[in-house]
Nanobody
Framework: QVQLEESGGGLAQAGDSLRLSCLST????????LGWFRQPPGKEHEFIAA????????YYADSVKGRFTISRDSAKNTMWLQMNSLKPEDTATYYC?????????????????WGQGTQVTVSS
């Protein structure tokens, strides 16, 4: 089993930066692709970013490309999401997820393990 725990969420103003962390425990995810998703209030889950098992390839939603950066350190069992130039529309609960595949993907269907989420609220 894999347990994922997000941290780093909070309140921010438009233009600010936040860095989310995702710590994995239990079975190793060093051979797993990892991803970030978010769920804005009253909306469905949406893909944000994904990273391959070795960190060499990353994928982003158009809405965050150029502002958010996904990274991982398997030795620390940690993945991060650096969020810059935050906008009010980035307000959401952010979730990290682990996939049995080595390649990152935008669809939540391929992710097997999920964290509980961390809230990010951006005011204008």
């Amino acid at each position: 089993q894999v347990q994922l725990e997000e941290s780093g969420g909070g309140l921010a103003q438009a233009g600010d930066s936040l860095r989310l962390s995702c710590l994995s425990t239990g079975r190793s995810v060093s051979t797993s692709a990892l991803g970030w998703f978010r769920q804005p209030p009253g909306k469905e889950h949406e893909f944000i970013a994904a990273i391959n098992f070795n960190g060499e390839n990353t994928y982003y939603a158009d809405s965050v490309k150029g502002r958010f950066t996904i990274s991982r350190d398997s030795a620390k069992n940690t993945m991060w999401l650096q969020m810059n130039s935050l906008k009010p529309e980035d307000t959401a609960t952010y979730y990290c997820a682990a996939s049995p595949s080595v390649v990152g993907a935008a669809t939540q269907l391929v992710y097997e393990y999920w964290g509980q989420g961390t809230q990010v609220t951006v005011s204008s």
